[in-house]
């Protein structure tokens, strides 16, 4: 495993505030990974990063953004957060030269 | 841009039987990677499976086969002697070797049933 921690793992917010869902990890990897889980559309990417303060979009962006400070954490953070943002949101990270990736437990986040 | 269908969205299967899972991609890449992931209850992603694309023979581990097809852009996932455990969402998922990121492109998914 590698060691991805998400914080919080559940949270229930209201429209039109601000949340942070946090991404630590223990290993050092070099990519870190944004997704939303949906039904019927599977996970599709939000943002990624490929570095301290390196970040680039998904096919997801529109209303989240990400930062990368230190190695270990990736932060996600919806600015103003809306009912279509109620989703389960995984950070990964990738390892290895083929690539998979290694997935963190997932934060359900609902926007009432 | 590249896409996954899995188009089923729900299997069932008896326990100790066979059950075959299907996963269709596009892409006008020569060099990729394949993987099947696992989602039990517990929402945990687990890799179940990879396959190189450069790689003729198909990746085994354990009770979980792969048959690809590169021609027919087809990947699918064969679970033999089905145990409850099994029992989850399933994940095809695709990375193309030259994306910058290497970001992985998922399928909606195919929710599996074991039945005792």
């Known amino acids: 495993d590698a060691g991805i921690t998400q914080s919080p793992r559940h949270k229930v917010t209201e429209t039109g505030t601000p949340v942070t869902l946090r991404c630590h990890q223990t290993?050092?990897?070099?990519?870190m990974y944004w997704y939303r889980q949906d039904p019927g559309h599977g996970l599709r990417l939000i943002h990624y990063?490929?570095?301290?303060?390196?970040?680039d979009k998904g096919e997801v962006s529109d209303g989240y953004s990400v930062s990368r400070s230190k190695t270990e954490d990736f932060l996600l953070t919806l600015e103003s957060a809306t009912s279509s943002q109620t989703s389960v949101y995984f950070c990964?990270?990738?390892?290895?030269?083929?690539?998979?990736?290694?997935f963190g437990e997932g934060s359900r986040l609902t926007v009432l | 841009a590249q896409t996954v269908t899995q188009s089923q969205p729900e299997m069932s299967v008896q326990e100790a039987e066979t059950v075959t899972l299907s996963c269709t991609y596009d892409?006008?890449?020569?060099?990729?990677?394949l993987f099947w992931y696992k989602q039990p209850p517990s929402r945990q992603m687990i890799l179940v499976i990879r396959?190189?694309?450069?790689?003729?023979q198909n990746a085994t581990e354990n009770r979980f086969s792969v048959n690809f097809q590169k021609a027919a852009k087809s990947f699918s996932l064969k679970i033999s002697d089905s145990q409850l455990g099994d029992a989850a969402m399933y994940f095809c998922?695709?990375?193309?070797?030259?994306?910058?990121?290497?970001?992985?492109?998922f399928g909606a998914g195919t929710i599996l049933r074991v039945k005792s």
């Open positions: 396959q190189e694309a450069y790689k003729q």
């Open positions: 998922a695709y990375r193309n070797s030259r994306t910058f990121g290497n970001k992985l492109v």
């Open positions: 990964a990270t990738r390892t290895g030269p083929t690539g998979e990736l290694f």
């Open positions: 990063s490929y570095g301290v303060k390196d970040t």
């Open positions: 892409t006008s890449e020569s060099d990729y990677y």
């Open positions: 290993e050092n990897h070099r990519y």
